[in-house]
Nanobody
Framework: QAQMTESGGGTAQPGGSLRLSCATS????????MAWFRQAPGKEREEVAH???????RYADSVKGRFTVSKDNAKKTLYLEMNSLKSEDTAVYYC??????????????WGQGTQVTVSS
């Protein structure tokens, strides 16, 4: 059974940094598409970044140049390094995994989410 567990959320000041982690188990990590999504209060869920097993990471325009997604294959852990944080980055962040990137929303494995709050 697949498990996805996010950690690393919290509160940061504008301009600050946070690093999220997503520990996984129960599926073939090396061939899956891995992604970070977020959902702010009153807004729809949006994809932040994804990395497929054989392609370079891709980012939403809103986080490009500030966020970096990476994988530790040995630990089967996905990371999201968030720098130059803005108040609009405040949201619950979720990690997700699927055999194909276009299957993430409807057929993916999802974590329970971790809250990120950017506030002075």
């Amino acid at each position: 059974q697949a498990q996805m567990t996010e950690s690393g959320g919290g509160t940061a000041q504008p301009g600050g940094s946070l690093r999220l982690s997503c520990a996984t188990s129960g599926f073939t990590w090396s061939t899956y598409c891995m992604a970070w999504f977020r959902q702010a209060p009153g807004k729809e869920r949006e994809e932040v970044a994804h990395v497929d097993y054989n392609t370079a990471p891709r980012y939403a325009d809103s986080v490009k140049g500030r966020f970096t997604v990476s994988k530790d294959n040995a630990k089967k852990t996905l990371y999201l390094e968030m720098n130059s944080l803005k108040s609009e980055d405040t949201a619950v962040y979720y990690c997700a995994a699927a055999i194909r990137c276009d299957w993430l929303v409807d057929h993916g494995y999802w974590g329970q989410g971790t809250q990120v709050t950017v506030s002075s």
